[in-house]
């Protein structure tokens, strides 16, 4: 099999996104458009993928690295941006001596599925082409380029929105940007591309007119949902996108998963999350990241889950907000929880409304049930935490957090403040109202509030004025 490279053009400015932002790095349910395009082409195996930047190159360039692709990449400056044919060409000295087949596609088609690509070159490499492209039926070919056929049904070239005629206006079938093709045997196709035309671009689209003029294979694969290829111009089209995404993203875990989706038109989920059978999502979600969910969880309704979240099976959370955490089997979290970075729940565990939780280690069968705030704090197993129960953990004058420690057992009264660093012994006990600023021993209550007094008849005293 010849081997494959990717080469992803994102070099242009975007324009129409009115963002100083580029383009590319826009996010489609919490990931950048460009990751996405990088994500697509990268499951087919790559020996290599070439990204093409140019506006505001040392940005994309920065975003690449941190965010590099599954497989060897590079960037390849393009400047000035004279138009996609002129894109790949910077990409050339690059493919010395590589004979293989190109994917090369748009950098801003973020639905564009990996298995769409991979039927694209089985149908490259089964028609031994040495173009083809895929394309698409639209109700409204907007800008598009228009996929032009022969007598015979055969594409003999793509005209672009700006030179089409009027009768190829009209034509709905477009080109979505995304082709394989051969090198080096397209190379002299790429090298005769001019700039003749409306935009005064070189356009790769020309490549196909060149390819069917030369007597080469040529093919086309008409993609039946065009949705999954809509570039990205705009905002519009970046909202458009995201709600298809949710769309695929929510048949998939519904048909293949077994996940129920009350209303997948109300719940948000990236595609990298992954849910297990019979979990169950409610309305108003909105989950992306590397996320893991196992079975028979509920989730919502309300409930935003981002970043890197493992959670375990038969685990609810309702109404609530959770960043980088681990959770495990069995928990309750919600209504109205805010389970920030760092946190690891631990089985059967509990964690009640209006709780904020911060890099908190939790064991199994522990409760923060009520109106407190755990950080930089590590718990045992059937801890129970009272209502109102904050730890001091920040010292504002010195910017320093410590840690707080509450052993197997322990519980504290409502209202109480544990100054960090302090820890609570097994089976601490921790009076109601207390301020504790000591270790307390094992088994031990630890009581830390003025002495009530009481002065009897006061209020009637008071009434009568004295
Ligand atoms: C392009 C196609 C059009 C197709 C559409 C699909 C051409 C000439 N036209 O048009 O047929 O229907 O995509 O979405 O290819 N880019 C560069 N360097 C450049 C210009 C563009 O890297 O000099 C990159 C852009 O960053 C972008 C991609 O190429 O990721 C497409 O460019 P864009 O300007 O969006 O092309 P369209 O006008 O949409
Ligand atoms: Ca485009």
Redesign the pocket.
């Known amino acids: 099999m010849r081997p494959v490279r990717a080469i992803v ?4 400015q975007g324009k129409r996104m009115k963002s100083n932002k580029p383009k ?1 790095l826009h996010e489609v349910l919490g990931r950048a458009i460009l990751s996405r395009v990088m994500d697509a082409v990268g499951a087919l195996g790559l020996e290599h993928l070439h990204l ?1 930047v ?1 506006h505001s190159a040392d940005v994309v360039s920065d975003f690449v690295s941190n965010n590099p692709p599954n497989c060897p990449f590079s960037t390849h400056l ?1 400047s000035p ?4 044919g ?2 790949v060409m910077q990409v050339v000295p690059a493919l010395e001596g590589f004979e293989g087949t190109l994917i090369v596609t ?4 973020p639905v564009l599925q990996a298995d769409t690509l991979a039927r694209l070159l089985a149908t490259h490499r089964e028609k031994e082409a040495v173009i083809t492209a895929l394309s698409t039926v639209v109700p409204d070919p907007k ?3 228009r996929m032009v056929r022969d007598q015979d049904g055969k594409v003999r070239g ?1 005209v ?1 929105d700006k030179d089409a005629s009027h009768g190829e206006k009209l034509i709905n079938e ?4 995304i082709y394989c093709i051969e090198w080096p045997a397209a190379a002299a196709g790429l090298s005769s591309l001019s700039c003749d035309n409306k935009q005064k ?1 070189y ?3 020309d490549l196909v007119a060149w390819a069917y003029h030369s007597k080469h294979v040529t093919e086309t694969m008409v993609l039946t949902d065009f949705r999954e290829v809509c ?1 990205i ?1 705009s905002r519009v089209e970046l909202a458009e996108a995201t709600v298809h995404l949710r769309d695929i993203t929510a048949s998939k875990l519904a048909l293949e998963s077994g996940v129920t989706i009350v209303d997948p038109s109300a719940t948000w989920i990236a595609p990298e999350v992954s849910i297990g059978e019979e979990t169950l999502v409610l309305p108003g979600c909105y989950l992306v990241g590397n996320i893991e969910i196992g079975s028979n969880c509920q989730i919502g309704p309300f409930t935003v889950i981002k970043g890197v979240v493992k959670i375990g099976n038969n685990t609810t959370i309702n109404n609530s907000q959770v960043n980088n955490s681990v959770i495990g089997d069995g928990v309750k979290i919600g209504p109205f929880a805010h389970v920030r970075e760092g946190n690891i729940i631990g089985d059967s565990s509990k964690v009640g409304n209006f709780v904020e939780l911060k890099k908190a280690e939790i064991g199994h069968h522990s409760n923060v049930s009520h109106l407190s705030y755990v950080g930089d704090a590590v718990l045992g197993n059937h801890v129970n935490i009272g209502a109102g129960t904050i730890t001091a953990n920040y010292d504002h004058l010195t910017k320093k957090k410590a840690k707080t420690v509450i052993n197997d057992g322990a519980s504290t009264g409502s209202n109480s403040v544990l100054v960090a660093p302090v820890e609570l012994g097994v089976e601490a006990v921790v009076a109601a109202g207390s301020v504790i600023n000591k270790a307390v021993p094992d088994g031990a209550l630890a009581v830390a509030r003025a002495k009530q007094s009481n002065f009897e008849g006061w209020s009637a005293k008071r009434k009568a004025g004295a």
């Open positions: 053009l994102a070099a242009g590319v093409v140019g393009q941006q004279l138009g996609t002129h894109a748009v950098g801003d088609a800008n598009y380029g793509i672009e477009v080109n979505t940007g671009e356009y790769l689209t570039g111009n």
